[in-house]
């Protein structure tokens, strides 16, 4: 049973569009939200982070949102580019934060 | 600084054989941890360690043991290797800055086992 659930499984976006990906989680005690970005024959590098004590996070053209009620949050990319063709992958922590638990990951195409 | 090095890249096993893969660091960071990535269900957690001479289970511990006599070194060690064991395998460390979490994975290692 996965404790994080990540949608959708695959996101072909235009050049310039916004991408946008969905993870959802149950447990309450988890409390650091990381995203990562995996290129192909690589491993994942983290990507932004945030803690729900805020609603958002900005970095550069990456964003997470992060609904505490609804028990959800998502990363928007603005101004796709070809170069953010990637796999994505949520991920939760609770307090002991050596155990991240992985959303199933999401495989974003960026169209020229 | 190399970060988190695995060897080897690849290896092919015969069901039943055992072997250890390798995982260093040398970023000093007290948190290691070894996951395996299968298509469609992201990065599982096998083991994890918080510092020289202590780890636990993660979410699939079965089939694999580690230990960590240094603060550089996570080996993973399949004891008698199964089918159901071929996936990619990661080790990350971690270290903890102002609330943030920073980890820091290696380039993995693709096993199978026929």
């Known amino acids: 049973q996965q404790q994080v659930k990540q949608s959708p499984q695959s996101l072909i976006v235009q050049k310039g569009g916004i991408s946008i990906i969905n993870c959802a989680y149950e447990n309450t005690a988890f409390d650091y939200f990381p995203w990562y970005q995996q290129f192909p024959g690589k491993g994942p590098a983290l990507l932004i982070a945030i803690r729900p004590d805020v609603s958002e996070k900005k970095e550069g053209r990456f964003t997470i949102s992060f609904n505490k009620s609804a028990k959800q949050f998502s990363l928007h990319i603005m101004d796709s580019q070809p170069g953010d063709s990637a796999t994505y992958f949520c991920?939760?922590?609770?307090?002991?934060?050596?155990?991240?638990?992985f959303g199933s990951g999401t495989k974003l195409n960026v169209k020229p | 600084n190399a970060g988190v090095t695995q060897t080897p890249k690849f290896q092919v096993l015969k069901t039943g054989q055992s072997m250890t893969l390798q995982c260093a660091q040398d970023m000093n960071h007290e948190y290691m941890s070894w996951y395996r990535q299968d298509p469609g269900m992201g990065l599982r957690l096998i083991h994890y360690s918080v510092g020289a001479g202590i780890t636990d289970q993660g979410e699939v511990p079965n089939g694999y043991n580690v230990s960590r006599s240094t603060t550089e070194d996570f080996p993973l060690r399949l004891l008698s290797a199964a089918p159901s064991q071929t996936s990619v395998y990661f080790c990350?460390?971690?270290?903890?800055?102002?609330?943030?979490?920073?980890?820091?994975f290696g380039p993995g290692t693709r096993l199978t086992v026929t």
């Open positions: 991920a939760a922590s609770p307090n002991n934060f050596n155990k991240f638990y």
């Open positions: 990350a460390s971690s270290y903890s800055t102002g609330g943030n979490y920073e980890q820091y």
